[in-house]
């Protein structure tokens, strides 16, 4: 049996279920990618061309290097419904302010209906990027004094599409300033930041214990 690394539960509304969301580790990755990614990859999804070995190994990377990367798995009645990966620490800010942390990737399962389906749980009551916007919101909370907010990039394999989803829900664009020396991110007016007003609106109420 796989001992995970518990880090929040989610009590799900008019359900006996819980959202539990635990550490990323390489038997997740294999699982998604034998699982969900071909899906991802037939509907053409956002992130049908990201290579999942090498998003971990780079993961794993950028945490050794001090860019403190925390990886989120979340699970339904034991199947993922979703990964998200968040530097807390990325060399890289927006605009004059120090927007920390940095949401590197977001993907929901391709199956998600059917996970809920065969769960019984109404779609209604699960908003995946709401999850992955509390778990944000608790860390940053934890340990930051100055503005609560984190920012991302919308991934130009989305198109125009996923920009507007951004925008729509609270996202503000703004540019991307790096070291002068160290340059691993190539501005392309696609850097937003979340509102912080709506920032502070994100937390879900759980059940639980943090391991984190």
Not at 39 to 60: C, G, M, P, R
Not at 94 to 112: C, D, G, R, T
Not at 154 to 168: C, F, N, Q, T, V
Not at 191 to 209: A, H, M, R, V
Request: with cysteine; net charge positive.
């Amino acid at each position: 049996m796989i001992k995970r690394t518990l880090i929040k539960a989610h009590p799900i509304q008019e359900s006996n279920h819980i959202l539990l969301i635990h550490k990323l580790e390489k038997v997740d990755i294999d699982e998604w990618v034998s699982k969900h990614y071909p899906k991802s990859v037939e509907n053409k999804s956002t992130d049908a061309n990201w290579s999942w070995l090498q998003i971990f190994i780079t993961y794993k990377w950028f945490d050794m290097m001090g860019q403190e990367v925390k990886g989120y798995v979340y699970r339904i009645n034991g199947e993922i419904l979703g990964i998200s990966i968040v530097a807390y620490n990325y060399p890289c800010y927006l605009s004059s302010q120090n927007i920390n942390p940095y949401l590197w990737y977001i993907v929901k399962s391709q199956h998600s209906l059917e996970i809920l389906k065969k769960a019984n749980i109404n779609p209604q009551y699960i908003k995946f990027q709401k999850y992955v916007y509390d778990m944000i919101y608790d860390e940053v909370k934890k340990t930051s004094n100055t503005m609560k907010t984190f920012w991302l990039h919308a991934d130009p394999i989305g198109k125009d599409g996923l920009l507007k989803m951004y925008e729509k829900n609270g996202f503000i664009s703004c540019p991307l300033v790096q070291n002068k020396i160290i340059k691993i991110r190539k501005d392309d007016n696609r850097y937003l930041y979340f509102d912080t007003n709506k920032f502070n609106q994100l937390s879900i109420p759980t059940i639980g214990d943090k391991y984190v």
